[in-house]
């Protein structure tokens, strides 16, 4: 295998890697908004049940939305450093094609 082909190889794996994170992320990402669903549907059936006002619960939902919006921050910046690396293994790519192809 020459340079090039290795060079390939090497930045196909480092994308599939990528990817994969990224999938990973968007899968914890979907599962914590349906938890976050389902916390607020259990909730709404205790204030029911016990017939409480909605006052504490009014309360609960503010404080989990800002939990939850905290959380997805968090995701989100997580989602940018993968995104940066992404650029990064993409530049080392053609850096590596560029040097290979000088005379």
């Known amino acids: 295998m020459d ?8 930045y196909q794996h480092a994308r599939q890697q990528i990817e994969e994170e990224l999938d990973a992320l968007m899968r914890f990402k979907r599962q914590a908004e349906q938890a976050t669903n389902d916390t607020f549907a259990e909730m709404q059936q205790m204030v029911q049940r016990f017939g409480e006002t909605n ?3 009014d309360r609960a ?38 040097e290979q192809n000088k005379p």
């Open 55 to 57: 006052e504490p619960m």
């Open 61 to 98: 939902r503010h404080e989990l939305s800002r939990l939850e919006e905290n959380f997805f921050s968090e995701l989100d910046r997580e989602k940018r450093a993968i995104l940066l690396k992404e650029e990064e293994v993409e530049q080392v790519y053609r850096q590596k094609l560029q």
């Open 3 to 10: 340079q090039e082909e290795q060079a390939l190889v090497e």
